[in-house]
């Protein structure tokens, strides 16, 4: 079975500054990909950052950039140069060679004037 | 593109009554999905559709949860005497189906908040 661990709750970061939320997941499969999706108050799911497992490079979308340590089962999202309109809840989510995402229970991120 | 789209938006029924939830994927998306949200919570899988087949059923809660998928496009939600448990966001996704990464993106609807007074 596939799981998806955030520890953090809540977070909260400065306008224009950096932060990093952490996920973790456990899969026996050798062939998975990870997400990261942000959730606004509007509900909306929307794709931050995809990153293949077998790939060894991080994947970066502008602002956004993960740290994926395959050993660790570690997928941590970086925001950088925070801006308001960040704020919203993110999930981290797993897939495999089936279909169906395991989404952790969610990271709220507050951004600070 | 139009994205997925999802109606209603907000839908408030009574106890025991029967609700139905439409979504509406993106075009030449053969995979779809539906997911629960529950208040503070994390996405729980319902079930998927590969064209108009369900492969897995596994996430419906009960017997009172069906859904179906006709012409390889539109899904409909439907949750019989409804519950006040059901109260929750139901989500829907789609994606091009397929094993690389880009085909299992799955893009969300805006989701249909239920409320079961």
């Known amino acids: 079975a596939q799981t998806v661990t955030q520890s953090q709750p809540e977070m909260s970061v400065q306008e224009a500054e950096t932060v990093t939320l952490s996920c973790t997941y456990d899969?026996?499969?050798?062939?998975?990909?990870l997400f990261w999706y942000k959730q606004p108050p509007s509900r909306q799911m929307i794709l931050v950052i995809r990153?293949?497992?077998?790939?060894?490079q991080n994947a970066t979308e502008n602002r956004f950039s993960v740290n994926f340590q395959k050993a660790a089962k570690s997928f941590s999202l970086k925001i950088s140069d925070s801006q308001l309109g960040d704020a919203a809840m993110y999930f981290c989510?797993?897939?495999?060679?089936?279909?169906?995402?395991?989404f952790g229970t969610g990271t709220r991120l507050k951004v600070l004037a | 593109g139009a994205g997925v789209s999802q109606s209603p938006s907000n839908k408030v029924t009574e106890k025991g009554k029967d609700v139905e939830l439409r979504c509406d994927p993106i075009?030449?998306?053969?995979?779809l999905y539906w997911y629960r949200q529950s208040l503070g919570q994390g996405l729980e899988f319902l079930i998927y559709?590969?064209?108009?087949?369900?492969?897995?059923k596994s996430g419906l809660p009960s017997d009172r949860f069906s859904a179906e998928r006709t012409g390889g496009s539109v899904s409909t939600l439907t949750i019989q005497r409804t519950q006040q448990e059901d109260s929750a966001v139901y989500l829907c996704?789609?994606?091009?189906?397929?094993?690389?990464?880009?085909?299992?993106?799955?893009?969300f609807g805006p989701g249909t908040r239920l409320l079961v007074l």
């Open positions: 996704a789609s994606s091009l189906g397929g094993t690389s990464g880009g085909r299992k993106t799955q893009y």
């Open positions: 899969t026996s499969e050798s062939d998975y990909y």
């Open positions: 990153q293949e497992a077998y790939k060894q």
């Open positions: 989510a797993v897939t495999s060679g089936t279909y169906k995402y395991i």
């Open positions: 075009s030449g998306h053969t995979a």
């Open positions: 559709f590969q064209g108009n087949s369900a492969p897995d």
